[in-house]
């Protein structure tokens, strides 16, 4: 039987599945079954713990020694209500047994109990009503990410418990009272603002005012030798803690970081109706931090790099400093004070984030063309995940928050702003803002399923959303849009729109896009396209002139694989709109990928025509990047060397002639990324020996390195100390100690380089994650696959570790810093290979091994 609810019917079963399901909650008797104790927090364990355990508090005291090697010692108190205590409770602590020195319940010591990463609270010893539980302790390693001279938390999304004992679960929110001893002449930060500090010795003890009740994924400290500075900015006091010691940089980069912080929390009272949610509004510059940034309330970490700008800044460097503070400003909203249940609902933080900080550049950064920065940020990130076999859907089951870190990825930050652009689309913009203005006001300080805000969002549209969700939200994948164009005469007759899904199943995505009808005389039409069936009709075509070509998706917005008018591709360069040619790029990118239209090489030569024609910097970027992906993947080795003479010198003529210089810096460094021939590489080493750019290009120290390490890769042989150089011109101690660290991933030596991936399989050589990911960009650059693709079996075996030790980017950027440049048959074999002798690896580790080996077996197809 085929049944399809209608509207108001679907959303009447759906609100008393809801109510079911509530009274079932409510009904649930006081007296509860033990849940076994399992590594992780399952969703059962999580379930129980909401319903028995309240009014949740966390006073902790960590004494942080000066060296690195010595350990943390801490205690803590651990106070809740509970609802039930005829069974024990488990603590959750990811550490050796070994840690716990001491436990005492409510005024009773007790043998500590811990196994399968958890301590479990005797029964015996608890009683309904208010808990006190006291832990003395060693805390754990994994996530304090300690170096030489600082160190910082992070714990998304279920590392607090490796730090200290902890109920690790989005949905027990509390407030936490830290205590920090650290050595003398160190700073601090946390979430709750600092009551007062003693000085006792060579240490420093810092009293903490309880933070404000938050999740345990968002309690967060930093400490070390930093430098405290404190601003006013749109009537809030804001403090930063940083490390950099490049004067320029700061001179330039201080009031534009305060400045955007305070444009963003001005925007983000007005959109939502409400004011800053907390009490307090700092953040932290740590170096080589392993996100852009992390929103703990209070007290956000950000990735120094990218808020300290020197004077070589480009504007599409400028614009993602000023999306990652909106980004992470959006977090104290949607994330900190509205909060999801489980972890399995992470995206809708993320997306909303996004989504709010796309719309706060806007108004925020001059000339940033908010509808093209969206298409190039978000569309290729999307496709990239969405065309593979291994992609996953924005929402994803999670049995245990153990398996959490494997939901991120570029399906949640990016198709999921796309999925909400189209739904705010649908909605209409003023119903869509009523609708998540009474979702941050009825959960506020609370917990949310995406299930809550779509029945608020429900409620204020006619359209199917229940139908709309399954598609966008619950499953993965792209359709692929083709079309028929009838002509009689002049006139068009009929243009018709067909859209099938990529895998062939029987998926249908509504949504709205564009058809532009481009004329000969340079004129156009837009016509709007209401996908929402699997043929459409586009009425508005009929008796419309026949055009000299079409433009598939010209407004940038649709979703999916676009077709492409031949037509178009010798007047590409006419596209008056930068978003149109955009859109254009991207489809014919997806469709070379798919075999379709243009192989790579054609498509190549088509780029190169179009270098001197484009205009826009965000196109351009994209351009080149697709160009240089083509280069150094789609092309045998032999085109390769045969190409690079005339490639090189388009990208330098184009350099030179055009006026801009944000755009004359990002030709140098696609010229500085294809260079191959002798020329090239003599001409680069002149400008890197003599640190003279070329005219009307800025480069700074961190370019000249960039440059150093091209290079050194390239096995530059007139200069064999060139790395060691660059090193004694680098100023700051953390970005020594980054090159120092590459520098034998860099060696033309291949036993150092074997000897340097050798070590990697200890963890402790995994800590700095970033120099990691780059070091591995440097050992399998297509010129060094000769020797590298030996690698590639013992990276695969190493990535369940990985995933154990790493924070929850790691494993797929692994992949990809691994995988992503390879194009040769044996390498797909590998993978292929790996996967066959492996039947019950984790699923979601073979979806992101599925995910990043996407470009290597197109590769080979590709390149054959």
């Known amino acids: 039987m085929n049944t399809r609810f209608g509207k108001y019917e679907q959303a009447s079963w759906f609100m008393l599945a809801l109510l079911a399901t509530a009274c079932q909650k409510n009904l649930a008797p006081t007296t509860t079954t033990a849940v076994p104790v399992a590594k992780g927090v399952s969703l059962q364990l999580a379930e129980q713990r909401k319903q028995l355990i309240s009014n949740l508090g966390y006073q902790l005291q960590l004494s942080i020694p000066e060296r690195k090697a010595e350990p943390v010692v801490a205690s803590e108190v651990v106070s809740f209500k509970l609802k039930d205590a005829s069974q024990p409770v488990q603590l959750d602590f990811k550490e050796k047994t070994d840690h716990l020195k001491r436990v005492v319940v409510n005024g009773k010591a007790v043998a500590i109990d811990h196994h399968e990463e958890h301590l479990v609270l005797p029964a015996s010893t608890l009683k309904r009503g208010p808990n006190t539980v006291q832990i003395d302790f060693v805390a754990g390693d994994l996530s304090l990410n300690r ?203 993320e997306v909303f984030a996004n989504f709010m900080a796309d719309k706060i550049t806007q108004v925020a950064v001059a000339n940033s063309n908010y509808d093209l920065k969206f298409v190039t940020d978000h569309f290729p990130a999307a496709y990239g995940i969405d065309r593979t076999q291994g992609a996953n859907p924005i929402r994803q089951q999670l049995d245990n928050l153990q398996d959490a870190g494997s939901l ?8 999921a702003p796309i999925m909400m652009r189209q739904l705010e689309r649908l909605m209409g913009e003023e119903a869509f803002r009523q609708g998540l203005q009474e979702y941050l006001r009825s959960y506020a300080h609370g917990n949310a399923t995406w299930p809550d805000l779509i029945s608020i969002l429900d409620r204020r549209t006619p359209a199917d959303l229940q139908a709309w969700n399954q598609v966008w939200v619950n499953q993965p994948g792209r359709p692929v849009i083709d079309y028929q164009l009838q002509t009689q005469g002049d006139k068009i007759t009929q243009l018709e729109l067909r859209q099938r899904a990529e895998d062939n199943s029987d998926r249908l995505w509504p949504q709205v896009f564009e058809v532009l009808l481009v004329y000969p005389n340079g004129t156009s039409k837009e016509l709007t396209v209401n996908m929402n069936e699997r043929q459409v009709q586009l009425a508005e075509a009929a008796d419309q002139p026949v055009p000299a070509f079409v433009l598939f998706n010209s407004s940038g917005l649709g979703y999916g694989v676009f077709p492409i008018d031949k037509l178009l591709l010798p007047n590409l360069g006419k596209l008056p709109n930068p978003v149109a040619r955009a859109s254009a790029y991207i489809s014919l990118y997806e469709n070379m990928l798919n075999g379709q239209v243009l192989p790579p090489r054609q498509l190549l030569d088509l780029y190169r025509q179009q270098l001197p024609l484009e205009t826009e910097e965000l196109n351009l970027k994209l351009l080149t990047g697709q160009l240089s992906d083509m280069y150094w993947r789609l092309l045998k080795p032999e085109e390769r060397t045969a190409l690079a003479p005339a ?84 100023k700051n101690p953390d970005r020594q100690k980054r090159l120092q660290f590459l520098m034998p991933a860099l060696s033309p030596d291949v036993a150092t380089r074997d000897a340097f991936f050798a070590s990697l399989r200890d963890e402790q050589n995994r800590e700095k994650e970033a120099w990691v990911l780059a070091a591995l960009g440097a050992l399998h650059h297509p010129l060094r696959q000769r020797t590298s693709e030996k690698y590639l079996p013992q990276s695969l075996e190493l990535l369940e570790e990985i995933q154990l030790t790493g924070d929850i980017f790691f494993p797929y950027s692994w992949l990809q810093a691994t995988l992503g440049n390879y194009q040769s048959a044996s390498a797909a074999a590998t993978v292929r290979s790996f996967l066959q002798a492996h039947p019950n690896f984790n699923p979601k580790l073979r979806a992101k091994l599925l995910q990043a080996a996407d470009d290597v077996f197109r590769a080979e197809k590709l390149v054959q």
């Open 647 to 730: 490639l090189e010198a388009d990208l330098w003529r184009t350099m030179q002639q055009n006026n801009s210089a944000n755009i004359r810096k990002l030709l140098f460094k696609s010229y500085q990324s294809v260079a191959l021939t002798p020329a090239a590489q003599q001409r680069l080493y002149q400008i890197w020996d003599k640190q003279q750019a070329p005219t009307g290009v800025t480069l700074t120290e961190d370019d000249y390195t960039s440059l150093a390490q091209a290079l050194a890769v390239r096995d530059y042989a007139a200069d064999a100390q060139i790395l060691t150089k660059q090193l004694a011109r680098i």
């Open 408 to 415: 991120y990825g570029n399906i949640i930050y990016h198709k």
């Open 147 to 349: 170096s030489d001279d600082f160190l910082y938390t992070l714990l998304v999304p279920d590392r607090a418990r490796t730090v200290f004992p902890v109920f690790d679960q989005p949905n027990l929110k509390a407030s936490f009272q830290l205590q920090l001893t650290v050595p003398q002449g160190w700073q601090a930060l946390a979430n709750g603002p600092v009551q007062d500090s003693t000085v006792a010795g060579n240490t420093k003890t810092y009293r903490f005012a309880p933070s404000d009740t938050i999740s345990t994924y968002l309690f967060s400290f930093v400490a070390g030798k930093f430098t405290r500075l404190s601003r006013e900015a749109g009537g809030r006091t804001m403090q930063l803690l940083h490390r950099e010691t490049d004067a320029s940089k700061l001179q330039l980069s201080l009031g534009p970081i305060f400045q955007i912080h305070a444009d963003a929390l001005k925007f983000m009272e007005a959109y939502t109706g409400i004011p800053y949610p907390f009490r307090k509004f700092d953040f932290a510059a740590i170096p080589d931090f392993q996100y852009g940034g992390m929103e703990h309330v209070g007290a956000i970490d950000y990735k120094a790099s990218t808020l300290f700008l020197d004077e070589g800044a480009t504007q599409d460097q400028k614009i993602a400093r000023s999306s990652l503070i909106a980004h992470e400003t959006a977090h104290m909203w949607f994330g900190d004070l509205v909060t999801m249940q489980w972890f399995n609902d992470v995206w809708m933080k």
